[in-house]
T-cell receptor, first 114, second 112 residues
Framework: AQSVAQPEDQVNVAEGNPLTVKCTYSVSGNPYLFWYVQYPNRGLQFLLKYITGDNLVKGSYGFEAEFNKSQTSFHLKKPSALVSDSALYFC????????????FGTGTRLTVIP | KAGVTQTPRYLIKTRGQQVTLSCSPI?????VSWYQQTPGQGLQFLFE???????NKGNFPGRFSGRQFSNSRSEMNVSTLELGDSALYLC???????????FGPGTRLTVT
């Protein structure tokens, strides 16, 4: 069975500072990892994915994530936060090749303070 | 390209009724997945359809069902609605094998 943990419900960061949103996962087999962002009253938007290859994955809007197999983590990062980055962020995992049955974390609300 | 569209956007139903939600995927996408989002349970996978066949199913009761048409459009149906079915229902489409899913804006269902 697969699961995802996002240990922080809320992350606050000052505009211009680096941000990190944490995610750890549990899955049997090779993990397929994703980050999505949700703005108020809207669906989820895809940010980035890790399937295989380089552990550092770059995605949309300047975000990146680092896959760490030994720590079973996939933290989302951005070097310089913008106020417009304020949103709800979800980490998700699938353990099946090509499968679209994602298991999502509980979400982390990111607030960037001007 | 037009994004994923879902209709209706908002729906109010009474306990015991049934409801049908519709999803039109991005052109060329053959996989459609459905998710339920609630404050208490978060985002949960309902089922996935590919080429008119259910390929994966989440842990939901049989009151939740779906189907996919030859043009990849999908519908999900919930029968005998319960108060706990109140949620945002999200549809997502993808090109098979591409992994990333593109989500629609959702249908907010309120059961009274």
């Amino acid at each position: 069975a697969q699961s995802v943990a996002q240990p922080e419900d809320q992350v606050n960061v000052a505009e211009g500072n680096p941000l990190t949103v944490k995610c750890t996962y549990s899955v049997s087999g090779n993990p397929y990892l994703f980050w999505y962002v949700q703005y108020p009253n809207r669906g989820l938007q895809f940010l980035l994915k890790y399937i295989t290859g380089d552990n550092l994955v770059k995605g949309s809007y300047g975000f990146e994530a680092e896959f760490n197999k030994s720590q079973t983590s996939f933290h989302l990062k951005k070097p310089s936060a913008l106020v417009s980055d304020s949103a709800l962020y979800f980490c998700a995992v699938s353990a099946q090749t090509g499968a679209n049955n994602l298991f999502f974390g509980t979400g982390t609300r990111l607030t960037v303070i001007p | 390209k037009a994004g994923v569209t879902q209709t209706p956007r908002y729906l109010i139903k009474t306990r015991g009724q049934q409801v049908t939600l519709s999803c039109s995927p991005i052109s060329g996408h053959r996989s459609v997945s459905w998710y339920q989002q609630t404050p208490g349970q978060g985002l949960q996978f309902l089922f996935e359809y590919f080429s008119e066949t259910q390929r994966n199913k989440g842990n939901f009761p049989g009151r939740f069902s779906g189907r996919q048409f030859s043009n990849s459009r999908s519908e999900m149906n919930v029968s005998t609605l319960e108060l706990g079915d109140s949620a945002l229902y999200l549809c997502a489409s993808s090109i098979d094998g591409a992994y990333e899913q593109y989500f629609g804006p959702g249908t907010r269902l309120t059961v009274t």
